[in-house]
């Protein structure tokens, strides 16, 4: 619960289709959207996917090194 007692998402969070398939699938933060959310068609196909911090969507983080952690082992 938050501070004014109301109940907040946590956690793992999944919504199916009627026939079973996955819909969607994600994870909350004390009720903001955090990491990869995934969105998939009525045949469990991936559509879309979403990165999320502190529930703000933003462009997913880079699995580059950093530029500065190349030059520090220089």
Not at 18 to 36: C, L, Q, S, T, V
Request: glycine share 10%.
């Amino acid at each position: 619960k938050s501070p004014t007692g109301q109940f907040v998402n946590h956690g793992a969070y999944s919504v199916t289709y009627p026939n079973g398939k996955k819909a969607i699938d994600g994870r909350f933060e004390e009720g903001k959207k955090e990491g990869f959310w995934s969105e998939f068609d009525e045949k469990g196909n991936k559509v879309a996917e979403r990165y999320f911090e502190a529930g703000v969507e933003k462009p997913p983080p880079s699995s580059k090194p950093a530029a500065s952690a190349d030059r520090s082992s220089r």
